[in-house]
């Protein structure tokens, strides 16, 4: 931490100081819980920029098209490019994608997905086709100018991060990479509390339990 970080923190008021007695009580070492703090601070800015979607509406405005965020989601969600969402087999040869793997995909619900498709198939951007698995079963595919919109948005992104990232050193992308890998399972792990954990949960759950109800709003 920087020295001019610390000097900060010791002339400004701890505002998190129950919180850091908590997680000393949790066996959580001052370091840890500083790291946890500045870490989270980090990320609440990063989700707002990410919920405004701040470098998808650049993308869709630099490229001139006129589709929204929620289609070109979509759209990408038929295309699945690897590894960019949960379903480890999307990108495999014989994926098919159906209007419910789309909705699955974007955590959105299926009558939402099913107009987002209608739109884009209205717009000539994705087709119904049959299923090469089961005969019963429509399936959505990419047409060639969707193909192209989406080809066109992820260069667009990777131009943007490339650009970034080109003023790191190597040693400092070899090290990152593994790093955020490996920090972006936390969540993953957020319900599974240790008993120290565990025991100062029970105990903020008692503290508010014994709020008068009008504190709560």
């Not at 087999?89 to 159906?98: H, K, Q, R």
Request: with cysteine; hydrophobic share 45%; aromatic share 4%.
């Amino acid at each position: 931490m920087s020295t001019a970080r610390n000097l900060e923190r010791a002339t400004m008021p701890d505002k998190d100081a129950r919180i850091r007695e908590h997680l000393r009580q949790a066996g959580i070492d001052d370091t840890s819980a500083q790291a946890a703090i500045e870490i989270d601070v980090a990320l609440q800015k990063w989700r707002r920029r990410v919920m405004k979607r701040e470098l998808g509406e650049r993308a869709l405005v630099d490229l001139g098209l006129s589709i929204d965020l929620a289609q070109l989601d979509v759209l990408l969600a038929v295309r699945a490019p690897e590894g960019e969402f949960d379903d480890a087999s999307a990108c495999a040869e014989d994926a098919e994608t159906m209007v419910s793997t789309v909705a699955a995909r974007l955590r959105i619900d299926p009558s939402r997905a099913s107009r987002i498709a209608s739109e884009l198939i209205r717009m000539g951007l994705i087709r119904r086709a049959v299923s090469q698995q089961d005969a019963r079963r429509s399936v959505l595919e990419l047409t060639p100018p969707g193909a192209e919109i989406v080809s066109a948005v992820r260069a667009y992104k990777f131009l943007v991060l490339g650009s970034f990232l080109r003023d790191w050193g190597a040693e400092e992308i070899a090290l990152f990479l593994p790093l955020l890998d490996r920090f972006s399972a936390w969540s993953d792990r957020a319900g599974q509390h240790s008993p120290e954990v565990a025991e100062r949960v029970a105990a903020l759950r008692e503290a508010l339990a014994a709020l008068p109800s009008e504190d709560l709003g």
